[in-house]
């Protein structure tokens, strides 16, 4: 569906195990560059377990292993030279409850760009922490205190700094796993309205449990159930005139 200039993330035959539990059967999918892409199916079905191959966040949960081909633009992630710091900077993630360092805001957003060693000197780092909370929507709030802990922050005003902390590693993706579901309609509003922002920039990835969401904010939609991958396209026809009838199930609540 996408040619390859335009596609970010190739994914060929995955399947992901949990011992001899298998997550996820036989995926592939292509996602386009500077998009914003929804997976979507009801909890359970797989969708974060996908999500976080992207960046290999299942190498952290013992007796996970995967099976096929991630590509990310262009390079094979599970290659063995592949070291999965500097890949976790291009690949950031948002988690679901916004989890904040117990740091002030200002090291919040520092850590990343001082541990990868992408500041020349202190001026140049408060540029990158300035630069990464205007792009998350946050200076304006809080940069008469920067020394104050981030933890302090109401949870839309968290996440929001979870997502400067990503960009300030200038990454090419961001991985969002239903960044949302913890906060207030107007928090929520907001995060929307900056995914939307951000994609100017990013190839945004978002799991979400809310249809209108993914509605709202993505260009492209997948249909996970049961750990299969049913149904992938543009997110208005997925909504409107679905091609499966298990993703039609899903859409009209049959399912859930």
């Known amino acids: ?30 996602i386009e560059r500077q998009s914003i892409t929804s997976f979507i199916g009801p909890s359970g ?6 999500l976080r191959t992207i960046n290999r966040m299942n190498d952290t949960i013992e007796g996970c292993h995967i099976e096929g081909q991630v590509m990310v633009d262009g390079q094979d992630i ?10 976790r900077a291009k690949v950031g993630m948002v988690f679901q409850k916004p989890n904040p360092f117990p740091k ?11 541990i990868h060693g992408l500041a020349k000197n ?3 780092l408060d540029e990158i922490v300035e630069k990464a909370l205007i792009g998350a929507g946050l200076w304006t709030e809080v940069r008469d205190r920067l020394q104050d802990t981030g933890t302090g922050l109401s949870g839309g005003q968290q996440q929001r700094l979870c997502i400067a902390r990503a960009i300030a590693v ?16 107007i928090a929520t509003s907001k995060i929307e309205a900056l995914m939307s922002e951000l994609s100017n920039d990013y190839t945004i990835i978002i799991v979400t449990h809310s249809m209108q969401q993914a509605a709202r904010v993505s260009q492209n939609t997948a249909y996970f159930h049961l750990g299969n991958l049913i149904e992938y396209g543009d997110t208005k026809e997925i909504f409107v ?4 009838p298990q993703t039609e199930a899903y859409i009209s609540g049959k399912i859930g």
């Not at 079905?45 to 996908?50: L, P, Q, R």
């Not at 200038?170 to 309609?185: K, R, T, V």
């Not at 005139?241 to 499966?244: A, M, V």
């Open 78 to 87: 599970y290659a063995p030279s592949i070291d999965v710091v500097p890949l």
């Open 104 to 114: 002030t805001i200002y090291e919040n957003v520092a850590y990343g760009p001082r």
């Open 1 to 30: 569906m996408a040619d390859l200039d335009k596609t970010i993330v190739k994914c060929s035959n995955v399947s992901v195990f949990y011992g001899e539990n298998k997550a996820i059967n036989d995926i592939s999918i292509e």
């Open 122 to 124: 202190k001026s140049h």
């Open 45 to 50: 079905c797989g969708k974060s377990t996908f």
């Open 241 to 244: 005139r679905p091609q499966d």
């Open 170 to 185: 200038e990454p090419q993706i961001i991985l969002m796993d239903e960044p949302c579901s913890s906060l207030d309609p």
